[in-house]
């Protein structure tokens, strides 16, 4: 039994993030992990591995569409499946083992098994109970299934299995038109899989800007992607080789069945609380199983602290990241803050997807006067150059004080230029404050500035 300081559950983005912080402050840490390497769902079967895998396709996608315009002639590559998948591998092992040596570099404690909460204070994990003054909870969250189908990860699969099938499906269908079933259908699209997404909703990325979602879909479908929208999936059936998904159409209540060599169930994830004791606590948790806080991240059991994808919001590692440098800086006695009004959401699909702050749909229902400055990468010499013009940046901004409000990208590289704009909306910044700003030519981020500009007295290259 050791006595420490902190006591952080989970080693994902937000609990590694949150130990490293306590550490830096002095605090005496230790970190309880249950798999076999440390980063989480992100760095082990999320952000990492699917990054690498749209990564790989993406160049694959590239040659085949783009090379010889360019002139570069030759044979098309062809995928080594076995190989791409350990590429994948490699890239998680360096980035789990990244964190493996950073808690050594900090002088944080690896608790190595699946932790429990027996009372306040204490946290018992395998045999052995530890001391903590303060214990957080970052136990992230697990794909939630539907009613009727039944994972078996290899056929039916979740984005786990999903990152390691054993072949290249023929024939994928995508349950649900959310950034996983977007970005991990993509991949497979472009490895040549024939890819149906059936949605619920009669939109795809529910909740993203409307004009965004329209093209978003355009584009995808030139792709290759194929969309049912308002479509309740009835259930998933298999054979040894084949699955069959029956969806209900909601406009006619048609029933309709696609088959598939494998089914990919998308349709979000939950809190992932399990066998922490926390009833027994008596920490209160929300109806969707979220772990309720307060503003410092303390439950309502003093010293019990959570963070991430186990409470409410966005389930977005960089937002537990925040959380985790923010608790920690509470637990130190610190004013840890987190402005949940300038969190981005990134797509990395091809074209990016990006946003951050109000939708107009949003603004519209809160009855504020907006502007809207938009501009098409039509207009920006570089996207044009490397084939990548598609989409637009959109920038949102109050009618009378001119301040942003939110920005909307689809295009090249949105996940690196929805930034300038996170930065200015944290410094209250105007339109006019992005469009004085010079910006560099030729870049992509010249269409932020456009757009900023569109705000006001006009974009250049409209
Ligand atoms: P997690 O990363 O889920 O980590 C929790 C850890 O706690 C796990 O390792 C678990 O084993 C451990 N644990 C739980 N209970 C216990 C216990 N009792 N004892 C010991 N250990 C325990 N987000 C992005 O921002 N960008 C992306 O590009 C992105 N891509 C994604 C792609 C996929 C396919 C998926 C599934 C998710 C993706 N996400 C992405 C979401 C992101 O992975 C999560 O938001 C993030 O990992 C949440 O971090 P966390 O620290 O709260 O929890
Ligand atoms: P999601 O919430 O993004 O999308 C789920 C989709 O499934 C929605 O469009 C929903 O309408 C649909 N759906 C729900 N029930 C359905 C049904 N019965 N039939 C058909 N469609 C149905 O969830 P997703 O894609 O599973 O991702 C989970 C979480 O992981 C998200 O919260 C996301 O933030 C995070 N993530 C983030 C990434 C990123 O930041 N790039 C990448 C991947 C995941």
Not at 11 to 26: D, E, F, K, T
Not at 131 to 146: F, Q, V
Request: net charge negative.
């Amino acid at each position: 039994m050791s006595d420490y300081d902190v006591i952080i559950i989970g080693s994902g983005p937000g609990g590694y993030v949150c130990a490293i912080r306590c550490a830096q402050l002095g605090l005496k840490t230790a970190c309880v992990e249950g798999r076999d390497t440390l980063g989480g769902t992100c760095l082990n079967v999320g952000c990492i591995p699917s990054k690498a895998l749209l990564h790989a396709s993406h160049q694959l996608h590239e040659a085949e569409h783009n090379f010889a315009k360019m002139g570069l002639k030759g044979k098309t590559p062809s995928v080594d499946w076995t190989q791409m998948l350990a590429y994948k591998d490699e890239v998680i092992e360096g980035n789990t083992k990244g964190i493996e040596f950073l808690f050594k570099k900090n002088k944080i404690d690896w608790l190595k098994g699946w932790g429990s909460i027996p009372e306040a204070g204490k946290v018992k994990v395998g045999d052995e109970t530890h001391s903590a003054k303060n214990i957080i909870i970052a136990s992230g969250s697990e794909p939630s299934s539907l009613p009727g189908i039944e994972i078996d990860e290899k056929m039916v699969v979740t984005s786990t299995g999903a990152l390691e099938l054993g072949k290249i499906p023929k024939k994928m269908v995508v349950i649900g038109a959310g950034v996983i079933g977007l970005e991990l259908g993509s991949v497979y699209a472009r490895l040549g899989a024939d890819v149906s997404v059936v949605e619920f909703l009669d939109t795809i990325t529910p909740g993203m800007d409307a004009e965004v979602q329209k093209s978003f879909k355009r584009i995808l479908e030139k792709q290759g992607l194929k969309f049912v929208l308002g479509a309740a999936v009835q259930g998933v059936s298999t054979d040894k080789t084949k699955a069959k998904v029956t969806y209900k159409l909601r406009k006619d209540d048609s029933e309709h069945v696609i088959d598939a060599d494998a089914v990919l169930v998308a349709t979000g994830r939950r809190p992932f609380t399990d066998g922490l004791g926390l009833e027994a606590l008596g920490v209160e948790m929300s109806k969707r199983g979220q772990i309720k806080t307060g503003s410092d991240w303390q439950t309502n059991v003093k010293g019990i602290y959570a963070i991430g994808d186990a409470i409410d919001g966005p389930m977005l590692a960089h937002k537990a990241e925040d959380e985790g440098m923010a608790a920690a800086e509470q637990v130190a006695g610190k004013h840890g803050h987190v402005n949940y009004g300038v969190i981005p959401g990134v797509i990395y699909t091809h074209p990016e997807v990006a946003n951050v702050g109000k939708t107009e749909q949003e603004l519209k229902e809160a009855g504020t006067d907006y502007k809207v400055g938009k501009f098409s990468f039509m207009g920006n010499g570089r996207a044009k150059a490397n084939f990548a013009a598609d989409g637009f940046v959109k920038i949102l901004a109050d009618k009378k004080t001119d301040r942003i409000l939110g920005a909307h990208i689809i295009g090249p590289s949105a996940g690196d230029l929805i930034h300038e704009v996170c930065v200015a909306m944290e410094f209250g910044a105007s339109a006019e404050d992005l469009a004085m700003t010079c910006h560099a030519h030729p870049t992509y981020s010249e269409a932020v500035r456009e757009a900023a500009l569109a705000c006001g007295d006009g974009a250049i290259h409209a």
